[in-house]
């Protein structure tokens, strides 16, 4: 399991990388990795995972790789729960992320003695909320729905 999830994570830091260049699409429900640094408008519950490693130290292996293969996988996983709450997910691999909320722009950027991966939770009209370091996918999508209130998930876990 461990080295699928290892070698799941490596095969989208290559896809990442390879795209760097290119401008990412966030139109759809589904948000697929913005690996770019513009401005998010915040128009709805709104969850950003960010990774402020440089991409170029997953081409190393080691730690920060096996950290981008768990936020990657338990971020897949949690996806579908969230998209059926209506949550936006953007992703953004830099050290700096702007936000557009209530009409007021901000700049996050993790502090020097924090994890540099992790999660914002931004709605309008609500105060925005931070999380450092990688959450389970049954973590991630409780917390989200916690921290922008949403309904908890009905049904089977």
Do not use: K
Request: proline share 6%; hydrophobic share 40%; glycine share 8%.
């Amino acid at each position: 399991m461990r080295i699928r999830r290892a070698t799941w994570g490596l095969m989208t830091a290559t896809t990442l990388l390879a795209c760097r260049g290119a401008s990412n699409r966030t139109d759809s429900a589904t948000t697929v990795a913005a690996v770019d640094s513009g401005r998010i408008v915040v128009a709805g519950p709104t969850l950003v995972v960010f990774f402020a490693h440089p991409l170029a130290a997953i081409d190393s292996g080691g730690e920060t790789a096996e950290v981008m293969s768990d936020l990657q996988y338990h971020l897949g996983s949690a996806r579908p729960s969230l998209d059926s709450a209506g949550v936006t997910i953007v992703e953004r691999y830099d050290d700096t992320v702007e936000y557009a909320l209530d009409g007021v722009v901000h700049r996050f950027w993790p502090p020097r003695d924090s994890a540099y991966v992790g999660y914002l939770f931004l709605a309008p009209r609500a105060r925005p909320r931070t999380h450092y370091g990688v959450m389970t996918d049954l973590g991630l999508a409780e917390t989200a729905r916690a921290q922008l209130g949403l309904p908890p998930a009905t049904g089977r876990r």
